[in-house]
């Protein structure tokens, strides 16, 4: 363990200073043309990989550099650490960084490249104790036999470490460095307590070279057990800058269209959507997306490829509107193409919100929008929404001082029973019976906090409500039901 980390550091050492001096030469400007020049050449001719490590051949390590892109100095790291097979590794690392770091990917590609044994686990669909550690075990047995064999339960750790043992005691697994990677380990808070300490002491506990790496969104601070633990190694993966998200996504570009055609794309993608979104994974989806629309004055013959002003003025608007609906969750991915292809508008197309957190019946959508109807429209604007042959009143008849003041600024005010189900049976097309039913989904409503119980239960004059929610998620559900809840609303008159 110490001379591993002696050479470790030596190899940082030598890293920092080798960039210092490259750097420094590159940088000076008291430099001569000519010495420039030649120092250009030098470098060009003895250009060697990024990654090196006396335990890997030369093509190995090139290929890895090609997988992955702008991680030099966190892969340089991780060899390091991981030193030879036979060498034995430190306990444990937790690697941390925002979503889309980069983590995940490059931790399967090192393991998978360098053909290191491993189990790779999810703790979000491994959400139980007993899930996690069959899986692991499952995964181990399939690196030491190709026939499976079922397995035998493991409720707690201490069966674990015993099945542990069983797993690896081929001569393959104990000759080299094992790996047990977790991913998302901030998912461990939510198991037995016990359970993130024992993995930090697996080396220990098993008496075996393995090495646990966690991978998490959240620094260890607050991940660290209260009751204490072996700390581990911390490795962070900062995010990715906008010329690293750039020359990633233009790697994506389609074969019938050439490289600089999508980095234009790329280019002009970031430009809309990095200022609020820098989640690789997001964008990769927003890029492949709205491409079509980009492609769409090339494909007529209306432009050229590198007709760059034409084909930004056509798709401005449009991933505009994209940033407004799909990276919002307006619509559904499969509702944007298909808006794409009919060439309509957004609004068109009813769907989900992002704030609709919550499933409802088809009856408590509309129990929800009657509830808000009544809390933020005046009673005696009833007639006037609901009531067919009403006549001809205007608005100034009911406006009076003290009703100026627009009531979604005013907030809810409580309504009785009777008010909502009468505006209920306005609303629905089909007769609504006052069956027990829907009085339990009013109930169900008040327990998720939809709608509050104003005032005392043991009221003579019936229960009144108030509705809870935001314009935004009613207008949310609303769409689910096809329902304009615009034109039932006073304030917007």
């Not at 570009?253 to 970031?270: K, M, Q, R, T, W």
């Not at 339990?440 to 709608?451: D, F, G, K, N, Y």
């Amino acid at each position: 363990m110490v001379g591993g980390a002696c050479r470790f550091a030596a190899h940082a050492q030598w890293v920092g200073a080798g960039e210092g001096e490259f750097g420094g030469l590159r940088e000076s400007s008291d430099l001569p043309t000519s010495q420039s020049w030649k120092l250009q050449d030098t470098e060009t001719e003895v250009k060697m990989p990024v990654f090196k490590h006396p335990e890997y051949p030369e093509a190995t390590l090139l290929r890895l550099e090609s997988l992955v892109l702008f991680r030099d100095s966190q892969v340089s790291t991780l060899l390091s650490i991981f030193g030879e097979r036979q060498h034995l590794s430190f306990p444990s690392l937790f690697i941390y960084g925002h979503t889309s770091s980069g983590k995940t990917y490059v931790m399967q590609t090192l393991l998978k490249t360098l053909e290191l044994p491993h189990a790779f686990v999810n703790c979000v669909e491994c959400f139980t104790s007993r899930l996690l550690l069959e899986e692991i075990l499952r995964q181990l047995q399939s690196l030491s036999s190709k026939e499976e064999y079922p397995l035998p339960f493991c409720d707690t750790f201490n069966d674990f470490i015993r099945l542990f043992k069983q797993a690896t005691m081929t001569p393959d697994l104990q000759k080299q460095t094992l790996y047990v990677v977790l991913d998302k380990a901030e998912q461990l808070r939510e198991l037995e307590t016990n359970l993130l300490p024992g993995f930090l002491r697996l080396q220990e506990l098993t008496e075996r070279n393995v090495t646990v790496v966690l991978l998490s969104e959240i620094v260890w601070e607050l991940l660290r057990p209260a009751t204490g633990c072996l700390e581990p190694l911390p490795l962070f993966f900062p995010d990715y800058s906008i010329g690293h998200l750039q020359k990633i996504l233009s790697h994506d570009h389609p074969p019938e269209y050439s490289f600089d055609f999508y980095a234009a794309y790329i280019n002009i993608l970031l430009g809309v959507f990095y200022p609020v979104c820098r989640d690789l994974k997001e964008l990769r989806h927003l890029a492949a997306l709205n491409f079509s629309k980009y492609c769409e004055p090339v494909v007529q013959q209306k432009a050229s490829e590198r007709d760059t002003r034409k084909l930004w003025k056509n798709i401005e608007s449009h991933l505009k509107k994209a940033m407004q609906t799909v990276y919002l969750r307006e619509i559904s991915s499969s509702q944007w193409e298909q808006l794409l292809q009919d060439d309509g508008e957004a609004g068109q197309l009813k769907g989900l919100s992002a704030h609709a957190h919550v499933e409802l019946p088809y009856y408590s959508k509309f129990l929800l929008i009657a509830a808000y109807l009544a809390s933020y429209n005046p009673a005696r604007t009833d007639k006037r929404f609901f009531v067919k042959h009403h006549g001809k009143i205007r608005k100034k008849n009911f406006q009076k001082k003290h009703e100026k003041t627009s009531s979604h600024l005013l907030g809810p005010k409580p309504f009785p029973l009777d008010r909502l189900l009468a505006i209920l049976h306005s609303i629905v097309d089909s007769r609504v019976a006052p069956t027990a039913n829907i009085f339990s989904q009013i109930t169900s409503l008040v327990t998720l906090q939809l709608l509050s119980l104003v005032g005392h239960d043991d009221q003579l004059n019936g229960p009144r409500y108030k509705c809870s929610v935001s314009l935004d998620f009613i207008r949310s559900i609303s769409r689910t039901v096809n329902f304009d809840i615009i034109k039932y609303l006073y304030d917007f008159l």
